[in-house]
């Protein structure tokens, strides 16, 4: 992940070196924090890069995400789709502890997101053919990948937004946080242009008959298992002409996406925090971050839950809910409007945080996503109330726009003098969630998921009530960029 050291005084000669004496979240002064250069980007050029990443993401994920919620339909056999997923989230970890402060360190935030984005063109061309020979290997690679994409991407946001507060004399945590809601507004979008995809090729060859008796309909929803699926039509495998044209689609916006990085996105100069380390020392760092900050072990549950509600939304409620009751190709049709709710919400909490604070809105996903998995504990899934999948997707997408959006801009308010560490923790700790839901979702009933998530969220909220407590206690020390 890239280094920017983004604490800062207006005051500072930028033609010397100097430091900054500055408190973590226990109080405890942190001497010699190098500041960093005064940025060479104008406020115009910060907008246009903003909007640059975000759109290049926006076209990446457009072929990944919608693919990513197909994996439990499309490749259910021996349980090959979630399982490969799980494995990009493993080698996400493992690659996240040391790569991306090194690999950002050597050619450059910029060529690191280009790199990085060229990992996923890997996996998506790997389900023309998806085998165990091809999809595992191909999910090693794009779990490396995606550990330097999102940790560069996550520094490169927090950069330009500190960037972009110095010179307008405004919040930077609330800046930072509307940077981050304007990318994940973009970003979310995604869902809906993927899925339209993904429907509407799927959608040209309909079974003349769509009923399905109540007897497959009762193990659908909560009661569904993976062993269920042999005796349900819907969850029968599209023609693989379908299948290759969806997948050459989503190849081709994959490669303009990384098009997009290479030619217009400007590089940031800095250097990591691991930049004069060994990787033993890197891990070293990392790990004393994880073990001495009180705040990243109270928000590891949350950080855990923002991956365990996405695997659920996109590998069990698209397989459980979606087509065992009406079919694969009415999944595209429902994430759209998970997709719609997610970006409109990420932009709206992204502008509205600073006036409200974090709290309001994790305790509107705590409602949202706890009253939600509750109704689907009890609902039983039928097409003829179709209004009920898009409102449960609705109210997943609005809960995880918070959690998308706040975790991130979380991480880089509470540990602004480490932002590598801090966020290569956070994607430590999303990707162990992650793994954990795709891991068990080929073996265990939905309804064992559910009540998984629902300890995650319940934890994870009052945790982070107990950060917001500590933080409030701590104003008083806090160096007001």
Not at 1 to 15: F, I, P, T, V, Y
Not at 329 to 355: E, F, T
Request: charged share 15%; with cysteine.
């Amino acid at each position: 992940m890239e280094a920017s050291e983004c604490n800062k005084e207006d005051a500072l000669d930028l033609k010397e070196k100097k430091s900054a004496d500055l408190r973590d979240e226990s109080g405890n002064e942190i001497h010699g924090v190098e500041l960093p250069k005064k940025p060479r980007m104008s406020k115009k050029m910060i907008m246009k890069n903003l909007l640059v990443i975000s759109i290049a993401f926006l076209l990446l994920f457009t072929a990944f995400q919608s693919l990513q919620n197909l994996q439990s339909s499309l490749n259910k056999e021996e349980g090959l789709g979630t399982v490969s997923l799980s494995v990009i989230y493993a080698f996400g970890i493992v690659a996240g502890l040391f790569l991306p402060p090194l690999v950002i360190n050597i050619v450059g935030c910029k060529w690191t997101l280009a790199a990085s984005m060229f990992c996923y063109v890997v996996f998506i061309a790997a389900n023309l053919y998806a085998v165990w020979g091809t999809m595992i290997p191909a999910s090693i690679i794009i779990g490396t990948g995606a550990a330097t994409l999102w940790a560069a991407k996550c520094t490169y946001l927090t950069n330009i937004g500190a960037w972009y507060a110095e010179m307008t004399n405004s919040s930077r945590d609330g800046t930072i946080s509307v940077f981050f809601g304007v990318f994940f507004m973009i970003f979310q979008t995604s869902q809906v242009w993927g899925n339209l995809i993904s429907s509407t090729v799927f959608s040209q060859k309909i079974p003349e008959n769509l009923n399905i008796s109540d007897d497959v309909l009762e193990k659908c929803g909560a009661a569904y298992c993976p062993s269920d699926y042999q005796n349900n039509t819907n969850l029968d495998r599209p023609d693989m002409t379908k299948i290759y044209t969806v997948c050459g689609i989503y190849l081709g916006c994959a490669c303009l996406g990384i098009v997009t990085i290479a030619i217009f996105l400007d590089k940031i100069d800095h250097e990591t925090d691991g930049s004069q380390m060994s990787t033993k020392q890197l891990l070293g760092a990392i790990a004393r971050h994880f073990y001495n900050s009180k705040y990243q072990k109270l928000l590891i549950p949350l950080t855990m839950y923002s991956g365990i509600e996405s695997a659920f939304i996109a590998g069990d409620y698209t397989r459980s809910f979606i087509s065992c009751s009406m079919g694969v190709w009415n999944v595209g049709y429902v994430m759209i409007a998970y997709g719609v709710a997610d970006a409109a919400c990420s932009l709206i909490i992204g502008r509205l945080v600073k006036y409200t604070g974090f709290l309001p809105w994790f305790i509107l996903t705590f409602i949202l996503h706890g009253g939600t998995l509750i109704t689907l504990l009890v609902w039983k899934p039928n097409p003829d109330y179709l209004i009920l999948f898009y409102l449960f997707a609705i109210f997943w997408g609005i809960g995880d726009a918070v959690i998308q959006t706040l975790v991130n801009a979380l991480y880089g308010y509470l540990f602004t003098h480490k932002p590598e560490s801090a966020f290569a923790s956070y994607r430590l700790c999303e990707s162990a969630g992650f793994i954990i839901a795709f891991g068990y979702s080929s073996f265990i009933c939905t309804d064992i998921k559910i009540y998984v998530c629902l300890i995650f969220v319940t934890v994870g909220t009052l945790l982070y009530c107990v950060v917001e407590a500590m933080q409030r206690k701590q104003t008083k020390y806090k160096v007001d960029i």
